[in-house]
């Protein structure tokens, strides 16, 4: 407890996985951030799986439009007609009459009767790929009216991974594996050759100047895609260089039954559903037969493997000490090699595929979107990730419909690195030998305004999952904000995160703040040191505006990046010392409260302190959930907060709905609540992963046998604050639900608390008149 329990000596940010809104479905089990110190691949499934299972739907040929569109010489312009003249442009490769480089695009045709051949899954990657490489040589011949060229700086290519990939998070090492990847064509080239261009093993001593003859290079590229693509890379993938992953399944793993063999030409056609046309989770788990003895499962063993190097879609340098080289038998987040496929433990492939697009997130500082795909048999779905959640189109047979995934491949083709959802205003950097992101822009007030992102420091704090704030803070320089602000003792830190656009911005609260902090000394000094901010104007609404999916601004999400002073966390603090931190920011948020500015979100992660003349500044942080008095439309009945350290109301069934209006003492009882101890501590540990009316189960039992739990080394003067802060809980729940049950005995429905009158100096005096807050009080003076 952040009064009571030990802080956990990592001092990550713990896990803010509920930001409900009442008319916002199902949001409030979306996770938002989560310490992966200590939290299973099991445990992280589940989130995943609830954001995956609220994804919104559009029709394929609406995709691929919207694809066409962002992809043309005009994509801030409406073609409608785009789509049509696409599928009637890439017909010659479908018919396989095209040929480029030695490459005919009849090759297409053999390999796709290669596909539906009988076999594992596994058998399906190498067809796949030939079938999508040769398309893209081809259709890089292809012109059509309004399209732009194939964009040489990614040169996209299909390539067969089936082998573990691996990425650190804070301190917890992630191991995934792809079935195949889409990457830059450097990218995939790199891992098959030797420092002189050469095959690894074969050709050594190929002198520089071949690479510069255009030709050779050539050659050598168009043979990259048709005969390495196929291979597994001899050394792990590193995950930023992915574009998109593509997962496969068989629905009857060795069969083909239902599948068709591909036709004896192609036409332009209307787009066929398939069954299912969408793809629910578990769809294959509810199809699954009776495992055939005569079929032996597939299995990749997952190997330990050394650093690997990040080559990026900008010829960016290495970027050694992002991934990890070791791996003990519990480390967290790793996931098992690929069993059976008709393993029911195993997870879903939406899931699957989700949980690739949260490393792919995890890797990219302020990604805008990302794109993944599924294929089971012959149909291929497009699944498109951001911050405001989840869309999956319609399926389309790529062997009977083949033109439109040819139109898939042509737009992708021609897809810029911000296309692919690159965040073109952050170019990544070398700094100390280590990667960086720098960030440049004009400011009104300041002229050019220059960061340096440290986002390989160990002080960082990222975000693992789909959806949410995705809040990221690094330390960061800035030679601008140096000279308005002068040399700060502890440095700067930036907050990057994707709010919700119809909020009161966190820039807008805190200037609320900084006005009160004016005529208050409770709160003057005790709220963060706001330098500099900048807001992103492409809301993420706008691709669902062109998909036509149902309200498309609810819950729209922009970008934004603000600059602090650096602060502490209290989680390092311990006895008086962390008491006194702890009551300066109880008296700032009741100030702040008093005066309008509701924090909302209460955690160990949001109380910070650092130095003034010798003694600890208490500091109330992140203000992004906050609301304000006066602000329009439904706000009290909000339900924003880490998860662990809600109020026991805010947890219940109604309070998720949004039946519970969010008062004072729901703040207050948060104040009172824990930390994460060190993961071999850590008996509330699953309080982190829980759904949060299940936490409230848990809490409201822990608050009953706080013996089991109590901490054996805590300071004898915290241990009786503890003591005597968990008793006014436990009085004060028992009376007000003694209180409801008479109501309820004597008819009297109950209501809502939208009407109970609060009293906020009564309700914080239940702590402040008790013995030991006296005392510790005393000492902190």
Known sequence: MSITMRSSRQGHENARNCECHPNSRGASVVSENISLVGVQIKEVRPWIQRDIEQAKQCKADVMLQALLQRASCAPETKQPELLQKCLKGVLPVCNGQ???????????????KEY????AENNLYG?????????????EEIKVDGMGVPVTTVDMICQQ????????????RSIRKPDVVILPLNSTCAPFEDDNGGKKGKQKGKKKDDQKNATKDYQRRKARMVKNA???????????????????????PGWTKGIKSPPSSYTVTDHVPTKPEYLPVDHLKAQAPAPDPSQ??????????????????????????RFSSKRKAADTLQSAGKKSKVNLDEPDVTVQTGLYAAEMFAVNLAVHHLINFIVIDDVIWTWYYDRQGTIQSSGVNFIQDLSR?????????????????RNRDFFPVQAERKPCYEFKIKDEKLGEVDLLLHTSHDERVTHYGLQG???????????????????????????????????????????KVEGIAKGHATVQGHVPEFLWYHTFTHPTSAIREALGVPEPTTGSRMLYILVFRKLLPITKLYGKELFDVWRQCILCHLTLRKEGVYHRDVSPGNLMWYWKDGRRIGVLNDYDLSSLANDRGPRGNECTGTVPFMALDLLSAKGQQGEVKHLYRHDLESFTQGILLPAELRPLDEWATLNPVTCGEKKYVFLSHLRIHYPSDIDSRIGMFLVECVEVLREYISRRSARLDRLIARGIVEHSNDEEIEDIDGFLHMFTDLPSWVELSSLSQ
Not at 230 to 252: G, M
């Open 405 to 421: 995934f040819m139109v898939l491949l042509y737009a992708l083709q021609r897809f810029r690195a911000h296309d692919w959802g």
């Open 161 to 172: 991974n089936d082998m573990p990939m691996y990425q650190t998070h804070q301190t917890v």
């Open 296 to 321: 032996a499962p597939v299995t990749q063993p997952v190997s330990d493997t050394a650093p690997v190097r990040s080559l990026g879609l900008t010829a960016a340098q290495p970027s050694k000490g």
């Open 116 to 119: 539906i051949s009988p076999g």
């Open 469 to 511: 704030r995705a809040t990221n803070v690094v330390l960061v320089a800035s030679e601008a904000l140096r000279k308005k602000h002068g040399n700060l003792q502890d440095g700067m830190v930036a907050k990057i995160f994707w709010g919700e656009a119809d909020r009161t911005s966190e820039p807008e609260i805190l200037k």
């Open 98 to 112: 095209v040929s480029t480089g030695g490459i005919s695009s009849s090759g297409i045709e053999t390999a796709l």
């Open 127 to 139: 067809p796949f790929i030939e079938v999508a490489n040769i398309a893209l040589a081809c259709l």
């Open 230 to 252: 196929t291979e597994k890379p001899p050394a792990p993938l590193p995950w930023i260089d992915v574009l998109a992953c593509i997962e496969f399944k068989r629905k009857t």
